[in-house]
């Protein structure tokens, strides 16, 4: 079983409508994240969690919001789903590591392909 | 601010020849710099990463990076490239940047690998 499970790995819905992606994990991290992937911008940000009761906006928040629901399950809203949030979204989790911040790995699971019509 | 350039967006190379893909990184402080691999319908797994210890960096599969400062660059080589390693790859730089510690990731390189 996969480390980090998204739910659902695809998913196609129309403009205004509310959508939900899940993340849960088994690795024990205290650390999770919701990136989006565009074709030829790479990864970005939108939200991340340090912890149960800290979350943090991405540089793309504009548009959707989480919620850690546990230390092992965090999920990414769009409230009202438009065609420029097509792409595929990811999780991920780290650890708390020693030393220097950000130096740690991150964990991902295999993405959830979200089309908006 | 930090900023990472991937300066190919594809690489296609035949098996068995050397692969090089190309990073370059803009950081005011003192970086992380890592590389992820994305295979089809695959989240990324990082593949080697550098956090100021040996400049030559050795990760999974036969890949190696060097941290190069002065050139502002982090490229990823293999000697000799395998079918298997088809995939795109992922430059990421993790630094002080204002208002706290920030991984930038770069737009990847697609390598291609011919029979």
């Known amino acids: 079983d996969a480390d980090v499970t998204q739910t659902p790995r695809n998913r196609i819905t129309k403009t205004g409508k509310r959508i939900m992606l899940e993340c849960s994990q088994t690795?024990?991290?205290?650390?999770m994240y919701w990136y989006r992937q565009d074709p030829g911008l790479g990864l970005r940000l939108i939200y991340y969690s340090f912890d149960v009761k800290d979350i943090n906006k991405g540089e793309i928040s504009d548009g959707y919001s989480v919620s850690r629901q546990a230390q092992a399950k965090f999920s990414l809203s769009l409230e009202s789903a438009i065609p420029n949030q097509t792409a595929l979204y990811f999780c991920?989790?780290?650890?708390?590591?020693?030393?220097?911040?950000?130096?740690?790995?991150?964990?991902f699971g295999e993405g959830s392909r979200l089309t908006v019509l | 601010a930090q900023s990472v350039t991937q300066l190919d967006s594809h690489v296609s190379v035949s098996e068995g020849t050397p692969v090089l893909l190309r990073c370059n990184y803009s950081?005011?402080?003192?970086?992380?710099l890592f590389w992820y691999v994305q295979h089809p319908n695959k989240g990324l797994q990082l593949l080697l990463k550098y956090t100021s210890a040996a400049t030559l960096v050795k990760g999974i599969n036969g890949f190696e990076a060097e941290f190069k400062k002065s050139e502002t660059s982090f490229h990823l080589t293999k000697p000799s490239a395998h079918m298997s390693d088809a995939a795109e790859y992922f430059c990421?730089?993790?630094?002080?940047?204002?208002?706290?510690?920030?991984?930038?990731f770069g737009a990847g390189t697609r390598l291609f690998v011919k029979a």
């Open positions: 690795k024990g991290h205290d650390r």
């Open positions: 990421v730089v993790s630094d002080l940047d204002t208002g706290g510690f920030k991984t930038i």
């Open positions: 991920a989790t780290s650890a708390i590591t020693s030393g220097r911040p950000n130096t740690g790995e991150l964990f």
């Open positions: 950081s005011s402080y003192s970086p992380s």
